[in-house]
């Protein structure tokens, strides 16, 4: 048994579910202590926005009520929030004093965001790194509107949880994949949810750019349904079974999701090429070195292959427990691999609360 201090656990609210997780460490020695999943009916949450409260804060607290493993005895909690209307970028500022950062920090904001300083919260931290030039500063820049935070605030006071951070759902997640939270090499983290795909490129110790699609492991599942006129689950059962396996059922399953999933592809090709084309790619990074599938549509079969193939980059199934479980370690989580893709986001948020308690 693991006697440490108490750490906040990771809260992940979507539009769809709730998730929870909960790690304990003892010196370097990490386990996952509780974990949780509660689906979130339509409606309550729509595009990142709370629109019924009293049922949310009574999901929050059934999900942390129910959490497999040890009681969470804890009202600390490390929240996400939703990427809908966030801003999130790396900027580069002459060498200012450290004092002038934040003023710059506000044109910036003024000018690439429709919503008064005063309507916003935001946070900034400077950026040492290899590639950063003697000449510039590199600056991640990190805001959302108040409107949006708020209800969060409130409802989860509400529940009896006591937040303590706030983050931004990309920062969680690639905390969760990249090894050590270091990569010398541009790194792309595709995380395709219920109702949207995030996009993420990280590279040295930090994000480099985000921003969401429209496209979601939902909408394959309507697609699949439509086309074969069968029922939402039956469509979910088959988009698993088979997945973009064009021999199987003689193609109809792969026909049904193909055009969508050739529009996720334009869509990685055009902020592939931005990337590229922008100050970020700068010192010799000039492209993504390979991509990281997560979420619960990371596990379709068939994705990372179609997507390597007709991007040209190494795809791959990401990792959530690679900077909780050492590769020596003959432990397992009680969650199986596939079910902690969708905790990705939870499983980052959990690694700040250790880091937080």
């Not at 270091?182 to 996009?199: H, N, P, Q």
């Not at 059962?237 to 996720?264: C, N, Q, T, V």
């Not at 990074?285 to 379709?300: D, E, H, M, T, V």
Request: net charge negative; with cysteine.
């Amino acid at each position: 048994m693991i006697s440490s201090r108490p750490s906040a656990f990771g809260l992940d609210i979507s539009d769809l579910s709730i998730k929870i997780a909960l790690l304990e460490q003892d010196g370097k020695h990490i386990e996952l202590a509780s974990f949780g999943r509660q689906e979130i009916p339509e409606s309550v949450i729509e595009k990142g926005v709370i629109k019924k409260e009293n049922e949310l804060i009574s999901l929050i607290k059934k999900t942390v009520g129910e959490a497999k493993g040890q009681k969470i005895k804890t009202e600390h909690c490390i929240v996400s929030l939703p990427e809908t209307e966030s801003y999130i970028r790396v900027i580069q500022l002459p060498r200012i004093k450290k004092e002038e950062i934040s003023e710059a920090i506000k044109w910036e904001l003024e000018a690439n965001i429709p919503v008064s300083l005063e309507d916003l919260y935001f946070d900034w931290q400077e950026i040492t790194r290899p590639s950063s030039r003697e000449n510039h500063l590199d600056v991640l820049i990190g805001a959302l509107p108040k409107t949006l935070v708020d209800p969060y605030l409130n409802v989860i006071k509400k529940a009896g949880l006591a937040p303590l951070v706030f983050e931004i759902e990309s920062v969680a997640t690639a905390r969760a994949l990249i090894k050590n939270e270091v990569s010398t090499e541009a790194v792309m983290i595709i995380d395709l949810g219920g109702r949207k795909t995030t996009l993420v490129i990280f590279g040295d110790d930090t994000i480099l750019f985000t921003t969401g699609l429209p496209i979601s492991n939902s909408e394959l599942t309507f697609d699949i349904a439509k086309n074969l006129k069968v029922d939402k689950e039956k469509a979910k059962e088959l988009k698993f079974k088979f997945g973009l396996d064009d021999s199987e059922e003689d193609g109809k399953i792969y026909r049904a999701m193909e055009p969508r999933i050739l529009e996720l592809v334009g869509e990685i090709k055009k902020y592939i090429d931005y990337f590229q084309a922008s100050k970020m790619a700068h010192s010799g990074r000039q492209s993504i070195s390979k991509i990281l599938l997560c979420g619960g549509g990371a596990n379709l079969k068939g994705l990372s292959a179609f997507l390597s193939g007709r991007l040209g980059v190494g795809v791959s199934v990401g990792n959530p427990w690679v900077n909780i479980f050492n590769a020596s370690s003959d432990e397992l989580p009680e969650i199986t691999f596939d079910d902690s893709l969708s905790f990705t986001t939870a499983l980052g948020l959990a690694l700040r609360g250790l880091k937080e308690s």
